[in-house]
Nanobody, 116 residues
Framework: QIQLVESGGGLVQPGGSLRLSCTTAGLTFEYYTMAWYRQAPGKQRELVGG???????NYADFVKGRFTISRSDAKKLVYLEMKDLRPEDTDVYCCHAIFSTSQQYWGQGTQVTVSA
């Protein structure tokens, strides 16, 4: 059974940092592009960034220089390091794994709240 489970969310003050993890099971992980999305209630889901199987990363403009995505194929997980967090970064952050249009999977998400 394929599972993606995010962890590491929580409450942080503006300017603070968090590291999210997405642990996977049931995937041939090293072949998948992994990505992080975020979504707030009433808003469209938006791409935060992604990392290809060969480690190439891309980021949304609103997180460039603040967020870093990395992966461990040995551990079958992907990280999202977030620094200089802002109140507008408050969202549910979800992990996404994609190999093809018919082979893509989502985690349930972890809440990140940035507030003083």
């Amino acid at each position: 059974q394929i599972q993606l489970v995010e962890s590491g969310g929580g409450l942080v003050q503006p300017g603070g940092s968090l590291r999210l993890s997405c642990t996977t099971a049931g995937l041939t992980f090293e072949y998948y592009t992994m990505a992080w999305y975020r979504q707030a209630p009433g808003k469209q889901r938006e791409l935060v960034g992604g990392i290809s199987p060969n480690g190439i990363t891309n980021y949304a403009d609103f997180v460039k220089g603040r967020f870093t995505i990395s992966r461990s194929d040995a551990k079958k997980l992907v990280y999202l390091e977030m620094k200089d967090l802002r109140p507008e970064d408050t969202d549910v952050y979800c992990c996404h794994a994609i190999f093809s249009t018919s082979q893509q999977y989502w985690g349930q998400g972890t809440q990140v709240t940035v507030s003083a």
